[in-house]
């Protein structure tokens, strides 16, 4: 053997030694930063049967209390949100059924605090955090590329002159036969902000002494289901304020005819179509009629 191929080898060998000795020490590094030991996969217990159990026993009190809204109006969401491509894919480990992914979705945007926690959400599922916010990414994609299909009202279209009927009924039960023409209710709701703005945070402080961001929603009573809404308000502004900026204020021959109107608070104005709560005067007390009918109106709007 050569002097050169002696060195050669040499070199070889020592380069070996040198890759092993590193192998041996990322395998160590790699023994010390992860957690190696098995362990048992936290308990769950899924309540989802419950929302079918629900249905079944006509108690749609509890159904709305986690959903947010009614079964049929969940039931006719699950059939526009079924056949959106994002609810497919070609993994061998199928997606959940769309009506659990939707209910998913439907009981974290529904609560607030420690009730809206993806924790709190995986553990009502049945399923893991990553999960639930795999069940958002899903239905948020595909309910906004649906919203003018979903968020809509149109009374020359029949299924929207039947769902303004069955509002109108509902009413009528919870009032008299001369209210039923008031079949929408409107209302305003802040969405606390994590922190106060770099840009204007002072716009942002609303009565509540937090920073918000305000939304007026109008909605159908008997079912809640949205038909008009404004989002992304300061929190400062008056309900009144941001209602003017909806299309129900700016346009409301488009949702109401001649004998319809729309019930709020007092923090809304009066108009023909836009019926609000006798106001208590600071100088002299209410008259009883006046009490009688904001206790009617509460019944329906509240």
């Not at 809509?152 to 299924?159: N, S, Y």
């Not at 609303?206 to 305000?214: G, M």
Request: with cysteine; proline share 6%.
């Amino acid at each position: 053997m050569s002097e050169a191929s002696f060195i050669a080898g040499l070199t070889l060998s020592h380069q070996i030694l040198t890759f092993e000795n590193t192998i041996v020490a990322l395998t160590d590094e790699v023994e010390k930063s992860r957690y190696l030991a098995a362990h048992t996969k936290a308990p769950c217990a899924p309540q989802l049967q419950l929302l079918e159990e629900w249905c079944l026993n006509n108690d749609l009190k509890k159904f709305r209390r986690k959903l947010r809204v009614d079964p049929d109006v969940f039931t006719s969401l699950v059939r526009k949100l079924e056949n959106h491509p994002v609810f497919s894919n070609n993994s061998h480990n199928p997606q959940l059924p769309v009506s659990v992914q939707l209910a998913i979705f439907l009981n974290g945007v529904g609560h607030y605090g420690n009730g809206a926690t993806t924790e709190d959400v995986a553990e009502w599922a049945g399923v893991s955090i990553g999960m639930v916010y795999n069940c958002y990414c899903r239905v948020m994609i595909a309910l906004l590329q649906l919203h003018d299909n979903v968020i809509h009202f149109d009374p020359m279209e029949p299924e929207d002159q039947q769902e303004r009927d069955r509002a109108k009924q509902w009413v009528e039960s919870r009032s008299c036969p001369e209210w039923r023409g008031g079949f929408m209710c409107v209302d305003g709701s802040p969405f606390n902000l994590f922190q106060k703005p770099g840009w204007h945070g002072e716009g942002f402080y609303d009565c509540k002494s937090c920073y918000s961001l305000s939304a007026q929603v109008v909605i159908l009573p008997h079912n809640l289901r949205i038909v008009d809404y404004v989002i992304g308000v300061p929190g400062s502004l008056h309900d009144s304020n941001i209602f003017s900026r909806t299309r129900i204020y700016r346009h409301p021959e488009t949702f109401l005819g001649a004998d319809e109107w729309i019930w709020a608070d007092s923090a809304y104005p009066s108009l023909l179509w836009c019926v609000v709560p006798f106001k208590r005067s600071s100088m002299e007390p209410m008259p009883n009629v006046h009490k009688i009918f904001n206790q009617h109106l509460s019944k329906v709007r509240i």
